[in-house]
């Protein structure tokens, strides 16, 4: 789960890591208010969406970028006005971009540098993962591929922290001395204690600033959130902003289903994550482009893969659909009369191709032969593929 900047840096204070002060407004009179509030010379007035990039994105139709510093009220109304409603493009958004409606108004800080800090789980060491750089302001997946040397790292215990050792080596590398030292000190083992007690799977300040007295503060904040751990953190779990996320996967994610939108035109519909991922390699192989990620699991009913043809064909760029089934917990005969229960109450609207294996898979078969619905059978996911995306190629 993702949440606004705004939110992570409320989160963050109440960690006791320093950040600008700052107010969200939702119209340009809030924004020009807002100015007028903190009180300083300078402002930035920041688009709040769920993506990153926001910086050197602009609005559809407009050279008006998703961050803007300001030195008066009207300045602040007059960029909240360029940015509210309108469909912010960033190198994470794609083409389509995201709607902003609201903007974050932060005061102005007194910036001598600027740093990167991260934090992951490594799966390989089996651990969070601090990254620090002093590349800050930057992408740091381009730093990690043409400098990988500016990047440190150290790996923590979950129940220990960073240690002032760990984090005193961190702030060495950084080149921070005197009294930034023990501020980093601070900063690193307050964002890691939050990392962990807040079950995060993603904790990134970019640019972690050093300020002219020497202090850190952290200029932005992106922070996602383990799904399989919101039950712990119901207050985490308010701070959900439903608009941010794609209709469809929300309407999975209620039916019990993993869903992601892609870009292709062919719908695929199978079971286990990694069968679907090899489905989607499959399609690719083979000159097609699959238009999502569709995993019903190994215990699917019909109504689930109902609703899964719903989804998918409500998608208009979808031109074929690939149902890709291997029956261990889930048997074949379930699978062919749901996809018949779900063509009776949907209809399909475009070609179907079925790829059945496992546990009842002739009977299975036989359902689907002996019926009256126009299904184009496949035997091996090969096949499957290259006839759904042949039948794609011709819809």
Same mark, same amino acid.
């Given at each position: 789960?993702?949440? /606004?900047?705004?939110?992570?840096?409320?989160?963050?204070?109440?960690?006791?890591?320093?950040?600008? =002060?700052?107010?969200?407004?939702?119209?340009?009179?809030?924004?020009?208010?807002?100015?007028?509030?903190?009180?300083?010379?300078?402002?930035?007035?920041?688009?709040?969406? /769920?993506?990153?990039?926001?910086?050197?994105?602009?609005?559809?139709? @407009?050279?008006? /970028?998703?961050?803007?510093?300001?030195?008066?009220?009207?300045?602040?109304?007059?960029?909240?006005?360029?940015?509210?409603?309108?469909?912010?493009?960033?190198?994470?958004?794609?083409?389509?971009?995201?709607?902003?409606?609201?903007?974050?108004?932060?005061?102005?800080?007194?910036?001598?540098?600027?740093?990167?800090?991260?934090?992951?789980? =490594?799966?390989?060491?089996?651990?969070?993962?601090?990254?620090? @750089?002093?590349?800050?302001?930057?992408?740091?997946?381009? !730093?990690?591929?043409?400098?990988?040397?500016?990047?440190?790292?150290?790996?923590?215990?979950?129940?220990?922290?960073? @240690?002032?050792?760990?984090?005193?080596?961190?702030?060495?590398?950084?080149?921070?001395?005197?009294?930034?030292?023990?501020?980093?000190?601070?900063?690193?083992?307050?964002?890691?204690?939050?990392?962990?007690?807040?079950?995060?799977?993603?904790?990134?300040?970019?640019?972690?600033?050093?300020?002219?007295?020497?202090?850190?503060?952290?200029?932005?904040?992106?922070?996602?959130?383990?799904?399989?751990?919101?039950?712990?953190?119901?207050?985490?779990?308010?701070?959900?902003?439903?608009?941010?996320?794609?209709?469809?996967?929300?309407?999975?994610?209620?039916?019990?289903?993993?869903?992601?939108?892609?870009?292709?035109?062919?719908?695929?519909?199978?079971?286990?994550?990694?069968?679907?991922? @090899?489905?989607?390699?499959?399609?690719?192989?083979?000159?097609?482009?699959?238009?999502?990620?569709?995993? !019903?699991?190994?215990?699917?009913?019909?109504?689930?893969?109902?609703?899964?043809?719903?989804?998918?064909?409500? =998608?208009?760029?979808?031109?074929?659909?690939?149902?890709?089934?291997?029956?261990?917990?889930?048997?074949?005969?379930?699978?062919?009369?749901?996809?018949?229960?779900?063509?009776?109450?949907?209809?399909?609207?475009?070609?179907?191709?079925?790829?059945?294996?496992?546990?009842?898979?002739?009977?299975?078969?036989?359902?689907?032969?002996?019926?009256?619905? =126009?299904?184009?059978?496949?035997?091996?996911?090969?096949?499957?593929?290259?006839? !759904? !995306?042949?039948?794609?190629?011709?819809?």
């Amino acid at each position: 789960m993702n949440i /606004h900047e705004f939110q992570g840096k409320q989160l963050l204070a109440s960690y006791g890591i320093p950040k600008p =002060d700052g107010i969200v407004a939702k119209t340009p009179e809030e924004a020009a208010a807002a100015f007028e509030k903190l009180g300083g010379p300078i402002a930035v007035v920041k688009a709040q969406i /769920h993506a990153g990039g926001r910086g050197k994105g602009t609005i559809k139709g @407009s050279d008006q /970028h998703g961050v803007e510093l300001v030195k008066t009220a009207d300045d602040a109304a007059r960029v909240a006005k360029a940015l509210l409603g309108g469909e912010l493009v960033t190198i994470q958004t794609g083409p389509a971009g995201q709607t902003v409606k609201q903007v974050l108004v932060e005061g102005g800080c007194d910036i001598a540098r600027e740093l990167y800090l991260g934090i992951v789980v =490594d799966r390989a060491v089996k651990k969070p993962v601090l990254m620090v @750089s002093t590349e800050g302001g930057m992408d740091i997946e381009k !730093v990690a591929e043409e400098t990988p040397e500016k990047i440190y790292k150290e790996a923590f215990l979950p129940d220990g922290g960073l @240690s002032d050792e760990q984090a005193k080596g961190l702030a060495a590398k950084l080149g921070l001395e005197g009294g930034s030292v023990e501020s980093a000190v601070k900063f690193m083992q307050a964002i890691c204690k939050l990392f962990v007690e807040q079950d995060c799977s993603l904790a990134e300040i970019n640019p972690l600033v050093v300020t002219g007295g020497g202090d850190l503060m952290a200029l932005d904040a992106k922070i996602n959130f383990d799904d399989n751990a919101l039950f712990r953190h119901k207050d985490i779990l308010e701070m959900r902003d439903t608009s941010e996320e794609d209709p469809n996967e929300l309407r999975a994610g209620e039916a019990g289903l993993s869903y992601v939108q892609l870009e292709g035109n062919i719908g695929c519909l199978v079971n286990g994550a990694g069968l679907a991922m @090899s489905t989607m390699d499959l399609v690719k192989l083979h000159g097609g482009q699959p238009a999502n990620f569709l995993d !019903v699991g190994g215990g699917a009913n019909k109504d689930q893969v109902t609703e899964a043809f719903r989804i998918l064909l409500g =998608d208009p760029n979808v031109k074929a659909v690939l149902v890709n089934i291997f029956g261990g917990i889930m048997q074949c005969t379930t699978i062919a009369n749901a996809v018949l229960a779900a063509y009776k109450e949907v209809g399909f609207n475009v070609p179907l191709v079925v790829r059945l294996e496992g546990t009842e898979v002739e009977e299975g078969r036989k359902i689907l032969a002996e019926s009256d619905v =126009d299904i184009i059978t496949a035997d091996g996911l090969t096949d499957a593929a290259q006839k !759904v !995306v042949a039948a794609a190629g011709a819809a």
